[in-house]
């Protein structure tokens, strides 16, 4: 089997764990290519749910074998903390994998994270506060640290020092807070090095070898397309590359092994922070998405923003990512509407566009332009096959799917890992 990618379509949480499951045991590696702590997963398995923010979902899957891959950027502290968490529910997590070149996060840049963010003021990006911008950006300025520095304490330590030449001037000069001390940083890394080691491997090779003995990957972004730093509502995004071409920079995995990508799209929207969201409702109707999706953060806890489903913006992730097959997700939550909007293009100060605006000033003006497709009042839960689903809610699909330019081979209807109703398998 070749690798198979899934990304987010909107602007995350559109539910990929859905799709993971639905892979389930047909899948050797599940691989995080992307973000750090910022992401969020929960994973409901019988009774028992998970709330997942680094570790990839695979690590759930007895006989997977989870990777964090060299695109993530790595909090030692939640990464212990979540494999202890899992320990203690009796999870095995041993079998976990930790790319060599990923970057770790260093206390400083969760500090720079949230003061950046207060000095923006009206301007900020709502960020999760978690350090990630800054790691990348220490990334691209070349004054990262690896989880291999972790393992030469005289390395670690030039390159802290190295680093911390340019952070305590930000945090002293602009940001008026006191800089930490190079021996502070160094020992705060330094206290997880002999735990962290047995973990640590070249996954570049490992995975290339299992895709060699025809073993199936699978690469799980974190984030979605709308947030990628590149294909994004910038700078309204995250800094890492949540889209399919960063699956194969922050994985190894060369472009041409991939050929299934997976698209996961929520059947309506939701959004958490700052940036534009056409569809987004002010009303009760929001009011409704958000209570009865339960749309508030599992990483920060903040209400999500709700909005009706954008086919501008599934069309774009479909084009972006080159998507073979979309997963709708949460269809049960439209249950017991009169008429379900769908927005088909926008209108931009008089001027229809069916695709996204090329510049981003004219994307914040966007309305949203509706078709109207008639509601259903039946339980969902149980279909498992299309055909078991009520017919307007079959009319939804089959609408939402033309409109999106990918076949939806599954929806979603329930929470439960099993509550999915499989329209073409996808393995
Ligand atoms: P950062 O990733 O913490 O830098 O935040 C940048 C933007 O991405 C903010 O608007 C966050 O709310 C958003 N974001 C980051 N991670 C997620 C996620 O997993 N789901 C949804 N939004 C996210």
């Known amino acids: 089997m070749p690798a198979i990618a899934i990304i987010g379509a909107q602007w995350g949480d559109e539910g990929k ?40 979902s695979g690590i759930l899957t007895p006989g997977c ?3 964090i891959g060299n695109g993530v950027v790595i909090d030692l502290d939640v990464l212990f903390h979540e494999i202890d968490g899992l320990e203690a529910r009796g999870i095995d997590t041993s079998r976990l994998v930790v790319s060599a070149s990923a970057h770790v996060i260093p206390d ?101 070898q299992a ?42 995995i060369p472009p041409m092994r991939m050929d299934q990508v997976i698209g996961i799209v929520k059947a309506y929207t939701t959004r958490v922070g700052e940036g534009p969201f056409p569809t987004e409702l002010f009303d009760d109707a929001g009011e409704h998405l958000r209570k009865v999706g339960h749309e508030y953060g599992t990483t920060t806890g903040r ?53 996204m605006p090329v510049n981003q000033t004219d994307f914040h003006h966007a309305k949203p332009i509706f078709e109207y497709l008639p509601g259903w009042w039946e339980d969902i839960s149980g279909a498992r096959t299309f055909a078991d ?11 939402v799917e033309k409109l999106s330019g990918a076949r939806i081979s599954a929806v979603g209807v329930g929470p439960a890992r099993d509550e999915t109703c499989v329209v073409h398998p996808l393995v």
């Open 17 to 56: 764990g859905k799709a993971t499951d639905l892979l389930g045991s047909s899948v050797d590696y599940v691989v995080k290519f992307n973000g750090g702590n910022n992401a969020g997963h929960t994973v409901v398995i019988g009774d028992e749910k998970y709330a997942l923010h680094l570790l990839p």
């Open 65 to 67: 074998t989870p990777v």
């Open 108 to 208: 400083y840049n969760r500090t720079i994270d949230k003061v950046t963010e207060r000095f923006l003021g009206s301007r900020r990006i709502g960020t999760t506060g978690r350090g990630i911008g800054p790691t990348y950006a220490d990334k691209m300025n070349r004054i990262g640290i690896r989880v291999q520095d972790l393992f030469d304490e005289s390395i670690l330590r030039q390159k802290v020092e190295g680093a911390l030449e340019l952070k305590s001037q930000i945090l002293t000069k602009v940001y008026n807070r006191k800089a930490p001390g190079v021996d502070e940083i160094v020992d705060g890394l330094l206290v997880h090095a002999d735990r962290l080691r047995p973990y640590v491997a070249d996954t570049v090779l490992l995975l290339n």
């Open 211 to 252: 895709l060699d003995r025809g073993e199936t990957v699978l690469l799980e972004a974190g984030q979605a397309t709308l947030l990628d730093v590149d294909h994004g509502t910038y700078p309204f995004v995250t800094s890492s590359s949540a889209t399919a071409g960063g699956a194969c920079t922050g994985s190894g």
């Open 303 to 355: 209400p999500r923003r709700c909005g009706w489903y954008d086919s501008v913006v599934a069309r774009y992730a479909a084009r972006v990512n080159g998507v073979t097959d979309f997963v709708l997700t949460k269809l049960d939550v439209l249950t017991g509407l009169e008429q379900v909007p769908v927005c088909v293009a926008y209108d931009v100060n008089g001027v229809r566009h069916d695709e």
């Open 389 to 399: 689903l009520p017919e307007n809610a079959q009319n939804y699909v089959k609408a």
